[in-house]
Nanobody
Framework: QVQLVESGGGLVQAGGSLRLSCAASGRTFRWYDMGWFRQAPGKEREFVAS????????SYADSGKGRFTISRDNANSMVDLQMNSLKPEDTAVYYCAADPRAADPRAAKEYTYWGQGTQVTVSS
């Protein structure tokens, strides 16, 4: 069992930066694949970024390539999402997700555990 708690969301102007953090409970965190997803009002939840359990394989949605960076600290059971050059279209609730082995890390259905989400609002 893994519990996830996101933090770091907020209101930022376009072009600004935010760093989202996801704190995980459980001693087995280091074995879990991790992902970030987001959901804007009226839209489906979409993939943002993922990192495998070893931290050596990452994947990004095209919308965030070159702007977002996912990282993990297994010693402290944390996974972060650094978001730079934010755009109004990045406005959404951002969710952290975990799974012992996400066969397709870009697919929300692959993840067993989810956080409650943190709101990111980018003003123009």
């Amino acid at each position: 069992q893994v519990q996830l708690v996101e933090s770091g969301g907020g209101l930022v102007q376009a072009g600004g930066s935010l760093r989202l953090s996801c704190a995980a409970s459980g001693r087995t965190f280091r074995w879990y694949d991790m992902g970030w997803f987001r959901q804007a009002p009226g839209k489906e939840r979409e993939f943002v970024a993922s990192i495998n359990w070893r931290g050596v394989s990452t994947s990004y949605a095209d919308s965030g390539k070159g702007r977002f960076t996912i990282s993990r600290d297994n010693a402290n059971s944390m996974v972060d999402l650094q978001m730079n050059s934010l755009k109004p279209e990045d406005t959404a609730v951002y969710y952290c997700a975990a799974d012992p082995r996400a066969a397709d890390p870009r697919a929300a259905k692959e993840y067993t555990y989810w956080g409650q989400g943190t709101q990111v609002t980018v003003s123009s």
